[in-house]
């Protein structure tokens, strides 16, 4: 998994709240189980018309936000059903961050086991965020993992509460078998130990 330390990069603003997995990534692109090639699908129902060209209304269809890495949203981001698809997708498309004043339980585990850092925020926060998302691409975001620091485009800073085994995991680029790795050593010790103590195993 990519080391995350700092970020600095254009925020998109989504302010509509509730907004599920399912329109992250709707369930017809659920049967690949290759974390790769999700991102062109990514808020496909809200990103397309019905005759599949792209919709100009949505954000990041909007040439000032093609390429954001930050997404501002509305309250209770990433709820509905458990997919591990949605940050699949999310990534897939480029965004590294997700702020919100709140996620979805599984969505927010499932983004630090994909390199992703959801931060959750204060309201008013938020709000300064969202305006300071609305100014378009000249307007560039940085999130500092490490002093847990997001500053807006005009250098106003807003510090952010995460888990310190979480932020180990992200700064050193550790998923689940990244964390099983670095016991190896332990790992390999065991059962050379067990092989002499019970060879019939």
Not at 33 to 47: N, P, Q
Not at 95 to 106: E, G, P, R
């Amino acid at each position: 998994m990519e080391k995350f330390e700092k970020l600095t990069g254009i925020a998109a603003p989504m302010p509509l709240v509730n907004i599920d997995t399912d329109m992250i990534i709707p369930k017809q692109f659920l049967k690949t189980i290759k974390r790769s090639g999700l991102g062109v699908h990514a808020f496909d129902e809200m990103r397309y018309l019905d005759d599949g060209s792209e919709n100009p209304e949505f954000v990041l269809n909007q040439p000032a936000y093609r390429e954001a890495s930050v997404i501002v949203a509305g309250d209770n981001f990433g709820c509905g059903s458990s997919r591990e698809h949605a940050p699949w997708a999310l990534a897939d498309f480029g965004i590294k961050v997700v702020i919100s004043t709140s996620f979805a339980d599984i969505f927010y585990n499932n983004c630090f086991k994909n390199g992703m850092l959801p931060i959750v925020m204060p309201q008013e926060a938020v709000d300064v965020l969202m305006k300071d998302a609305e100014k378009g691409a000249n307007a560039r975001m940085t999130v500092d993992l490490e002093s847990q620091v997001v500053t807006t485009s005009d250098g106003e800073a807003f510090a952010f509460e995460i888990d310190p085994f979480r932020k180990h995991c992200l700064l050193e680029g550790l998923d689940d078998i990244g964390l099983t790795m670095e016991k190896a050593g332990a790992i390999d010790s065991f059962e050379a130990q067990a092989a002499q103590s019970r060879p019939w195993v």
